[in-house]
Structure formats: structure tokens, C-alpha cells
């Protein structure tokens, strides 16, 4: 099957959701590949009949140079073709700055670092790293959706840059609640923030599974990300709070149906492609994923694609 064939089975609505929706965090737990297989991974899934839904490949600032070395073959000089990076900063926030712009003059077209990710607490963090981004760099700015979090999302918004949610982890106690979750999103939307998200969205539909690979892991509740994605929809529609927690808990992947004229949550609430356009452009921009196989493999038994 060709790459071709492949999106053309694919709903519309499913395609305009799920672009580039995918950032490949494989180097991170719970996967933690070795930096050669993660890139060996990424090169594959990029030449494979999904590559449309693959994103950013995703590397702390520490590994740049080793990603280089691992990377190097596969990657051509053809700025039309580059493997977009999202690096993810260390402490030293200004440090990281200056790596990813030298990184980029020395590499690119064939790589480029276009965004960073940072965890931000302060409005200071925010306004001075905005200020020093080097050129055709934007920053996801990692924000818990604790008291007073609106400030620094009302901060990032001045700032022209974006959010970043942790929606998960490798214990259930990492994952914030639907409530949380709702909170942020709305805060973004009304503050007209695009944001990404993190961890724990492995699969599609909200489930209670294993929250990592290994024999007898710890289970969980996780976040679904189809859940996430079409709840920030309906909040860009002005939702209520209680529908959109409602849609985050929902585990009955029956419930969902996409068509080329849009998606249907219960057969009675409805986006079109225009609104799934919207909520991409600037609602949530992507997820990271530690797996690109498996939210794959779980839309493929579901019938998405």
C-alpha cells in the first residue's frame, strides 16, 4: 500500500484531526529507546504509510550532538524534506537558547530545531526567554494547572508563544484530573494560546491500562487522545465545563463517529471540518507520544483508520 492509498481511506475528518499530531518522544519513558533505535524509528515511520500523522521528533538539549551523530545518514539537505526537532530545554534556560540557535546554523535546512519546551513558573521566565528566542523558534511553555496558573498562560499570550500540558506519567498520580484538564484548556482558548500536550496519551479513547511496558506494571486511568482533542473543540465552541469533563471520561469508543462532513460525539453533538481545522490551528497542536506504533495500531482496531 502506498502512502497515497493509504490517506485515501482515511475520513476527513480523521486527516484534518490527526496531521502532524504526533511528536515522537521515544528517548523518554516509559519507551526510553536508545538514541539509535529512536531515530531509526523516526526515519521509518516518516517514509511509512502514516507518516502524514507523524510530527516533531522530540530531544533534551543534552543529547543534540548525539542526535546529530544518529541522525546524520538519514537525513537529506532539502529543506522541504527537514525532520523538524522539538527540543526540550534544561535548567539553564539561556544556555538552551544559544545550543538550539548554534545547532541550527550548523545544521539545518536537512534538520531544524523550530520549537523548544520549558516548564515556566514565573511571568519573568516567560517574557525574558520570548524575548531571546532565536529566529524561527517558538517555545511550548509547560504549565501546571495549579492556583494562579492563568497569569502565566495570560503572560504567554503577550508573548505570542504557546502552552504545554502534562496530561500523564509513569504513575497514576501523574495524571491531573479531567477537571484539571478542562481548566487548562479553556484558559488557553480564551487567552487565544495554542498548546500541546505530554505524556500518558498513548491511546485514543480514555482506558485503564498498564502505564508502562514492563512485566506487572502499575495500572492506571489515562487520558484518551481523540477525548482531548475533540473536547478542545467543543470548548472552542463554549462547552460547559461539566460536557467537556464529560467527553474527557468518556470510554465507549462506540460513541464517536467521523465521516468526511465532520465528527459526532453520542450521534448528538457535532464539529465540522472547519471546526476540526480551528481546534488544530489553535486549540491543540500535537502530543507527544513515547510510541508512534500504538496509537496507530489502536485506531487501526477501532476502524479511525
Same mark, same amino acid.
Given at each position: 500500500?502506498?502512502? #497515497?492509498?493509504?490517506? *485515501?481511506?482515511?475520513? $476527513?475528518s480523521?486527516?484534518? !484531526?490527526?496531521?502532524?499530531?504526533?511528536?515522537?518522544?521515544?528517548?523518554?519513558?516509559?519507551?526510553? !529507546?536508545?538514541?539509535?533505535?529512536?531515530?531509526?524509528?523516526?526515519? *521509518?515511520?516518516?517514509?511509512?504509510?502514516?507518516?502524514? +500523522?507523524?510530527?516533531?521528533?522530540?530531544?533534551?538539549?543534552?543529547?543534540?550532538?548525539?542526535?546529530?551523530?544518529?541522525?546524520?545518514?538519514?537525513?537529506?539537505?532539502?529543506?522541504?524534506?527537514?525532520?523538524r526537532?522539538?527540543?526540550?530545554?534544561?535548567?539553564?534556560?539561556?544556555?538552551?537558547?544559544?545550543?538550539?540557535?548554534d545547532?541550527?546554523?550548523?545544521?539545518?535546512?536537512?534538520?531544524?530545531?523550530?520549537s523548544?519546551? +520549558?516548564?515556566?513558573? *514565573?511571568?519573568?521566565?516567560?517574557?525574558?526567554?520570548? #524575548?531571546?528566542?532565536?529566529?524561527?523558534?517558538?517555545?511550548?511553555?509547560?504549565?501546571?494547572?495549579?492556583?494562579?496558573?492563568?497569569?502565566?498562560?495570560?503572560?504567554? #499570550?503577550?508573548?505570542?508563544?504557546? %502552552?504545554?500540558?502534562?496530561?500523564?506519567?509513569?504513575?497514576?498520580e501523574?495524571?491531573?484530573?479531567?477537571?484539571?484538564?478542562?481548566r @487548562?484548556?479553556?484558559?488557553?482558548? %480564551?487567552?487565544?494560546?495554542?498548546?500541546?500536550?505530554?505524556?500518558?496519551?498513548?491511546?485514543?479513547?480514555?482506558? @485503564?491500562?498498564?502505564?508502562?511496558?514492563?512485566?506487572?506494571?502499575?495500572?492506571?486511568?489515562?487520558?484518551? @487522545?481523540?477525548?482531548?482533542?475533540? +473536547?478542545?473543540?467543543?470548548?472552542r465552541?463554549?462547552?460547559?465545563?461539566?460536557f467537556?469533563?464529560?467527553? +474527557?471520561?468518556?470510554?465507549?469508543?462506540?460513541?464517536?463517529?467521523?465521516?468526511?462532513?465532520?465528527?459526532?460525539?453520542?450521534?448528538?453533538?457535532?464539529?465540522?471540518?472547519?471546526?476540526? $481545522?480551528?481546534?488544530?490551528?489553535?486549540?491543540?497542536?500535537? @502530543?507527544?507520544?513515547?510510541?508512534f506504533?500504538?496509537?496507530? %495500531?489502536?485506531?487501526?482496531?477501532?476502524?479511525?483508520?
Amino acid at each position: 500500500m502506498t502512502t #497515497a492509498a493509504a490517506q *485515501t481511506n482515511v475520513k $476527513e475528518s480523521v486527516r484534518l !484531526l490527526l496531521t502532524e499530531a504526533i511528536d515522537y518522544a521515544g528517548l523518554f519513558p516509559p519507551a526510553a !529507546l536508545s538514541m539509535s533505535e529512536a531515530v531509526i524509528n523516526y526515519a *521509518t515511520y516518516r517514509n511509512s504509510n502514516y507518516n502524514w +500523522m507523524l510530527g516533531r521528533f522530540v530531544v533534551g538539549v543534552g543529547r543534540l550532538r548525539e542526535f546529530y551523530e544518529a541522525a546524520a545518514d538519514f537525513v537529506s539537505r532539502d529543506a522541504s524534506t527537514a525532520w523538524r526537532i522539538a527540543v526540550v530545554a534544561s535548567d539553564d534556560l539561556q544556555a538552551t537558547l544559544r545550543t538550539v540557535e548554534d545547532f541550527n546554523l550548523a545544521n539545518g535546512p536537512g534538520i531544524i530545531c523550530d520549537s523548544i519546551e +520549558m516548564k515556566a513558573v *514565573t511571568r519573568y521566565q516567560i517574557e525574558t526567554v520570548s #524575548a531571546s528566542l532565536p529566529a524561527g523558534v517558538s517555545v511550548y511553555f509547560e504549565i501546571e494547572p495549579k492556583d494562579g496558573f492563568d497569569e502565566l498562560i495570560a503572560a504567554t #499570550a503577550f508573548a505570542e508563544q504557546r %502552552a504545554k500540558i502534562r496530561t500523564g506519567g509513569v504513575v497514576p498520580e501523574a495524571f491531573p484530573s479531567s477537571e484539571s484538564v478542562v481548566r @487548562f484548556v479553556q484558559t488557553c482558548v %480564551a487567552a487565544n494560546v495554542p498548546f500541546k500536550a505530554t505524556a500518558g496519551l498513548h491511546h485514543p479513547i480514555r482506558c @485503564f491500562r498498564p502505564l508502562t511496558y514492563l512485566e506487572n506494571s502499575v495500572q492506571g486511568t489515562m487520558h484518551g @487522545f481523540l477525548n482531548l482533542f475533540l +473536547m478542545t473543540g467543543f470548548a472552542r465552541e463554549s462547552y460547559r465545563p461539566s460536557f467537556l469533563v464529560d467527553l +474527557m471520561e468518556e470510554e465507549f469508543e462506540e460513541v464517536f463517529e467521523f465521516s468526511d462532513a465532520g465528527v459526532k460525539w453520542r450521534n448528538e453533538y457535532a464539529l465540522n471540518l472547519v471546526e476540526i $481545522e480551528q481546534l488544530r490551528a489553535h486549540g491543540i497542536h500535537s @502530543f507527544g507520544s513515547c510510541s508512534f506504533d500504538e496509537p496507530i %495500531a489502536d485506531l487501526q482496531s477501532l476502524g479511525i483508520l
